[in-house]
């Protein structure tokens, strides 16, 4: 008999899916002393986060099922450039549990990095199933552009449901990471301790930015702290829009709100478009013919 090619297959047989297992083996690639910071945490975050941010209320079309961005559609959109290594770092887990769907292994990457790194809980729940071609990929140009302003950032995310609050608590994350110029064309971290989860984004506030001089996109430099810290146009929207401001100084106040309310919105986020059989999560059960 053939390995179960989707988890739905897989749930007929008797197998129950070690999802500890794989939590567990993605915790231990978290720190990864000769990539970026030590660690690819920040870009297992990201992966999760485009593999969602893509969705579309109106059509429920886009979001983490699919795993699309494995097909050149979704995952050669400029949008996406860098996450191919994400992708290549979590391909001897997905080989170690082939059970478990790319589209359940991304999203939950990004929510035990965030753990990892000295986040919050995020709930995470399984089910997601893996496009069998790229027919249902989403089109290209969904997700936010960072040269772009507070209306674009309101469009983009309202069309996933969010709503302001929720905008700035997701944008928190960008205190996790850098921006690679070979990838978005943007430079540099935007937090002195990039590999922790902390509400150091949110502090940057405080701080005056300047345009940087170079060659590449506008971007907003300060260097109060020692290093050269970074601000994209969209991260200097939500200081500018008075609608955002008030949430980025409470955030900046109130570590537990931050972290709680990065739980919950990070867990909507992974969630959208996704549906599952009723019966799913009472017996995710799988073969063990296919081995682990
Ligand atoms: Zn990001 N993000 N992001 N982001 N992001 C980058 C990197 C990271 C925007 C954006 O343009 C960029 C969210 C929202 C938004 C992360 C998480 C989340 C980069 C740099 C850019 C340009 C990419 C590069 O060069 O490698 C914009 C415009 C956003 C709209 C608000 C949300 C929401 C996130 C998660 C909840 C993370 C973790 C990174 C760092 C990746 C890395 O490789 O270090």
Redesign the pocket.
């Known amino acids: 008999m053939g390995a179960p090619k989707t988890q739905q297959d897989a749930t007929k047989s008797s197998h129950k899916p070690d999802y500890d297992a794989v939590r567990k083996d993605i915790a231990s690639i978290i720190k990864m002393p000769d990539y970026?910071d030590g660690s690819c945490g920040?870009?297992l975050?990201?992966l999760a986060?485009h593999a969602s941010?893509t969705y579309d209320a109106e059509t429920n079309t886009g979001g983490s099922n699919g795993a699309g961005m494995r097909y050149e559609a979704e995952g050669g959109d400029p949008a996406n450039?860098?996450l191919e290594h994400a992708r290549r770092f979590l391909e001897p887990i997905k080989q170690k549990h082939p059970w478990i769907t790319y589209a359940d292994l991304w999203t939950l990457a990004g929510v035990v990095a965030i753990k990892e790194m000295g986040g919050p809980d995020c709930k995470w729940k399984p089910g997601r199933t893996d496009f069998a071609d790229e027919s249902k990929c989403p089109p290209r140009g969904r997700l936010?552009?960072?040269a772009q302003a507070a209306d674009h950032?309101r469009h983009?995310?309202y069309r996933m449901g969010f709503n302001d609050q929720e905008?700035v608590a997701?944008?928190g994350?960008?205190s996790?990471?850098?921006?690679?110029?070979d990838?978005?064309g943007?430079e540099g971290p935007w937090s002195v301790t990039?590999t922790k989860f902390s509400t150091q984004y949110f502090k940057l506030t405080k701080f005056k930015w300047e345009k940087k001089t170079w060659e590449g996109p506008v971007q907003f430099k300060n260097t109060d702290l020692g290093e050269e810290l970074m601000m994209?146009p969209?991260d200097m929207a939500l200081i500018e829009d008075e609608k955002f401001l008030p949430w980025v100084k409470k955030y900046a106040e109130d570590r537990d709100a931050f972290y709680s309310d990065f739980a919950a919105v990070?867990a909507k986020?992974i969630e959208l478009g996704v549906t599952r059989d009723d019966d799913y999560e009472s017996a995710p059960t799988f073969s063990k013919e296919q081995g682990d």
Do not use: E, Y
């Open positions: 970026d920040p870009v975050v990201r986060w941010g450039a860098g936010p552009d960072g950032l983009v995310f905008i997701l944008a994350a960008h996790l990471g850098r921006c690679h110029a990838r978005s943007f990039p994209l969209t990070f986020l």
